[in-house]
């Protein structure tokens, strides 16, 4: 059974940064990805990263301004967000999901647990 619980979300000016983490429980070899969801639009896949963290995806949206990262000692996962933009303004969620399954990293069903996710405001 994994747990997920984020935390590090709030309001920050456009160019500012957040860190946001999520801490988990009962993960072990589990694919842990960053997804979020703006009002109005359908959730999107941000970032994945592998449980030995060799392998990271992103979409280009983010790219060169989001890292995802692991602590696995820590049983924590992060997303370094940087040059935050308003139309990064969303509900950020962490989920995890079996390294093993055939889906790609950013299909947001094949994922099986859920943190509640933390709120990211960036104002203009």
Known sequence: QVQLVESGGG???AGGSLRLSCAASGFSRYV???FRQAPGKEREFVAAIT???GSTYNVDPV???FTISRDNAKNTVYLQMNSLKPEDTAVYQCAARS???SASYDYAPSYDAWGQGTQVTVSS
Do not use: D
Request: overall charge positive; charged content about 15%.
């Open 32 to 34: 842990m990805g960053w």
């Open 51 to 53: 449980w030995s963290g």
């Open 63 to 65: 790219k060169g301004r």
């Open 11 to 13: 309001l920050v000016q």
């Open 99 to 101: 390294q093993y399954g």
